[in-house]
């Protein structure tokens, strides 16, 4: 396994994601450090290291609310470095937050109708309002995400782990090629923890969407990843399958700990 991944010289069919060489520093503190990796569609990779390591400083320059002091970010051939968040968006690239952002007094269909209506580019139709624009296409996600059953529900009436899925919905609704997950299951129950991400992971599949997330349950991580890739004060120090991640003995000193052989943070 080596600690810094060999990333090819992208083109449309090659990965969806490729990062090169990524650096963003703040002041004297080097927060992300020559990080390089790649994505391939249809694939889970999970981002982990400790507190401070630099998942987020990451997260942030891939979706454009960072701009990188070097290094170059590429999807699915196209360079986007530096572009605005809602160019990124609009190129393809989703995200899920460790808080959810849902607007809590309309109903679950309304709120992935106003993700529909976003994507398209139009917000005000005095001649369609927007409770009747994109109703099938956004049953059909609210299907997907095993919410259909809730979709006149208003989000503030929701369990934190149907939330969730609400949020997955509105993700999905601009046709992601890569979708951003931050720590998607904070705050859930193990079982609804499980059910996420094997849900997640199977429209991965299906659709071809690139997945790349962060997660500080190793249970999940474990689980539900195609590979794994550990960051420690802002240096790539790891990059394989879970297995030779969780066997990888610098990875073990600053992160699972010297006797961890299995899950748990």
């Given amino acids: 396994m080596s600690a810094v991944a060999t990333v090819p010289v992208g083109a449309a069919e090659g990965p969806v994601l490729v990062v ?29 290291g400790p507190n401070g390591a630099g998942k987020t400083t990451c ?32 190129m393809g690239v989703g995200r899920t937050f460790q808080i959810t952002a849902t607007f809590t007094s309309m109903t679950v269909r309304e709120n992935v109708q106003m993700a529909l209506i976003s994507h398209e580019g139009g917000i005000w139709n005095p001649f369609a309002p927007a409770r009747a624009r994109h109703v099938a296409e956004a049953d059909a ?13 208003a989000c503030g009436v929701l369990a934190y782990g149907d939330l969730k899925r609400v949020e997955l919905a509105v993700a999905l609704a601009n046709r992601p090629r890569l979708l951003l997950m931050d720590e998607p299951t904070a705050g859930m129950a193990p079982r609804e923890r499980v059910a996420l991400m094997a849900l997640t992971a199977q429209i991965a599949a299906e659709q071809g969407i690139a997945v790349l997330f962060t997660e500080h349950d190793m249970d999940v991580v474990f689980t539900h990843s195609d590979r794994v890739i550990v960051l420690d004060r802002g240096r790539l120090i790891a990059d394989g ?3 030779e991640v969780r066997r990888d003995a610098n990875v073990r000193a600053v992160y699972l ?7 748990g943070h």
């Fill in 20 to 48: 090169r060489d990524l650096a963003k520093s703040f002041g004297g503190v080097h927060a992300v450090q020559g990080v390089s990796f790649a994505v391939e569609a249809g694939r889970m990779l999970a981002l982990i």
């Fill in 59 to 90: 997260f942030n320059m891939l979706n454009g609310q960072l701009r990188p002091d070097r290094g170059e970010v590429v999807l699915a051939g196209r360079p986007i470095t530096g572009l605005k968040p809602r160019v990124v968006w609009r």
């Fill in 141 to 153: 996600l609210l299907g997907l995400v095993g919410m259909a059953e809730q979709a006149e529900r």
């Fill in 241 to 243: 399958t879970a297995e």
């Fill in 257 to 263: 700990g010297s006797g961890a052989t299995s899950g």
